[in-house]
């Protein structure tokens, strides 16, 4: 006893998963009870079924893995339903079961296996051909088991829910919520990134940024929800253009940046900035249906800068510094259409 005891503590003690704990446990049954087949089972309590998730099977009577029947009549359920945890002659217990009849079971011990609010989820079983009687030790055995591998259970559980919430609430520190874009912080993270790497390659880094000019008079005149419809179809276009390496995140309340790894050359570079400052400015122009407003809109104030040796500030600043020329280039440009408008009037 006292030598299952130290394997048991050696066990508990360093499983990292269900299996890692269970299947050690299984053989400690096994020589507790002296039963051929011991095994874990899962309930389906939906669908009404039972599994055998992890067995061990040393003598004669076989109880595979992955084996899948009705949980309406199962020796467990009769067990559970009966306050039994032991049956030693099941052929005369249950002379109607087909499952002992057909597997020739005649010693049966299930302990259940519940979550933290008591719901039977699965079973700790074993089973033999032979009578056989088990004692105090094998039925404590038995129930600690079951209770060692329900603490696991929900332990893992916990760790889970403890995963995707941190998920959640990484993907929701760095998201934007109205467009499901990046958001600032995401975005100078993978700006430092890409211009570490720069730093080691020589190349250049693209750094956009992009201003919706006239959107507070979206906002004023068509509402806010119309103001966030143009935000978010605005967004759509502009992720359209971009590349897989590329990263479009929005930064302020009506303004995007970009970032992507840029040619080698400063030339090339330096085009590719041109390019896509242009581009962006195309496809954000035109026609958007905001609520029951089609809007024709104007497009983006872009600027792209192709940067290397820079700090993410400075690389940020350099990007919007070349959108607001490009936003006062625009306004001259529209200012001397209307004093041409004028003077033909």
């Given at each position: 006893?006292?030598?299952?005891?130290?394997s048991?503590?050696?066990?508990?003690?360093?499983?990292?998963?269900?299996?890692?704990?269970?299947?050690?446990?299984?053989?400690m049954l096994?020589?507790?009870?002296?039963?051929?087949?011991?095994?874990?089972?899962?309930i389906?309590?939906?669908?009404?079924?039972?599994s055998?998730?992890?067995?061990?099977?040393?003598?004669?009577?076989?109880?595979?893995?992955?084996?899948?029947?009705?949980?309406?009549?199962?020796?467990?359920?009769?067990?559970?339903e009966?306050?039994?945890?032991?049956?030693?002659?099941?052929?005369?217990?249950?002379?109607?079961?087909q499952?002992?009849?057909?597997?020739?079971?005649?010693?049966?011990a299930?302990?259940?296996?519940?979550?933290?609010n008591?719901?039977?989820i699965?079973?700790?079983?074993?089973?033999?051909k032979?009578?056989?009687?088990?004692?105090?030790?094998?039925?404590?055995?038995?129930?600690?088991?079951?209770?060692?591998?329900?603490?696991?259970?929900?332990?893992?559980?916990?760790?889970?829910e403890?995963?995707?919430?941190?998920?959640?609430?990484?993907r929701?520190?760095?998201?934007?919520?109205?467009?499901?874009?990046?958001?600032?912080?995401?975005?100078?993270?993978?700006?430092?990134?890409?211009?570490?790497?720069?730093?080691?390659?020589?190349?250049?880094?693209?750094v956009?940024?992009?201003?919706?000019?006239?959107?507070?008079?979206?906002?004023?005149?068509?509402?806010?929800?119309?103001?966030?419809?143009?935000?978010?179809?605005?967004?759509?276009r502009?992720?359209?253009?971009?590349?897989d390496?590329?990263?479009?995140?929005?930064?302020?309340?009506?303004?995007?940046?970009?970032?992507?790894?840029?040619?080698?050359?400063?030339?090339?570079?330096?085009?590719?900035?041109?390019?896509?400052?242009a581009?962006?400015?195309?496809?954000t122009?035109?026609?958007?249906s905001?609520?029951?407003t089609?809007?024709?809109?104007?497009?983006?104030s872009?600027?792209?800068?192709?940067?290397r040796?820079?700090?993410?500030?400075?690389?940020?600043?350099?990007?919007?510094?070349?959108?607001?020329?490009?936003?006062?280039?625009?306004?001259?440009?529209?200012?001397?259409?209307?004093?041409?408008?004028?003077?033909?009037?």
């Amino acid at each position: 006893m006292e030598e299952m005891l130290e394997s048991l503590s050696a066990t508990v003690a360093t499983a990292n998963s269900l299996e890692a704990l269970t299947r050690p446990l299984l053989e400690m049954l096994e020589v507790v009870t002296g039963l051929e087949s011991t095994y874990l089972t899962s309930i389906d309590e939906e669908n009404a079924v039972q599994s055998i998730a992890i067995a061990r099977n040393t003598g004669e009577l076989l109880i595979p893995e992955g084996l899948t029947v009705p949980w309406s009549d199962t020796l467990c359920k009769r067990c559970l339903e009966q306050g039994r945890r032991v049956v030693s002659n099941v052929s005369e217990v249950w002379p109607d079961s087909q499952a002992a009849a057909a597997l020739g079971i005649q010693t049966y011990a299930s302990a259940p296996v519940c979550d933290s609010n008591g719901e039977v989820i699965g079973t700790l079983c074993a089973a033999g051909k032979n009578s056989k009687a088990l004692g105090p030790r094998a039925r404590s055995a038995l129930n600690l088991f079951s209770k060692l591998i329900a603490q696991h259970i929900e332990r893992e559980r916990l760790v889970e829910e403890l995963r995707r919430s941190n998920e959640y609430l990484t993907r929701f520190s760095l998201t934007d919520s109205l467009t499901e874009l990046p958001n600032r912080r995401a975005l100078r993270d993978e700006l430092g990134r890409l211009l570490a790497r720069a730093a080691r390659d020589g190349s250049y880094v693209l750094v956009g940024v992009f201003d919706l000019d006239g959107f507070k008079q979206v906002n004023d005149q068509f509402g806010h929800l119309s103001g966030d419809q143009l935000l978010h179809q605005c967004a759509g276009r502009l992720a359209g253009m971009t590349r897989d390496t590329d990263m479009l995140a929005r930064v302020g309340g009506d303004e995007f940046a970009f970032v992507g790894p840029g040619p080698v050359d400063e030339n090339e570079a330096n085009r590719a900035a041109a390019a896509l400052a242009a581009r962006a400015a195309e496809v954000t122009a035109g026609a958007y249906s905001l609520r029951d407003t089609r809007l024709t809109y104007s497009g983006v104030s872009a600027g792209v800068v192709a940067v290397r040796f820079l700090s993410v500030d400075q690389a940020l600043g350099q990007a919007d510094a070349a959108m607001y020329l490009a936003k006062r280039a625009r306004q001259q440009r529209n200012n001397d259409v209307a004093g041409t408008g004028s003077a033909a009037r």
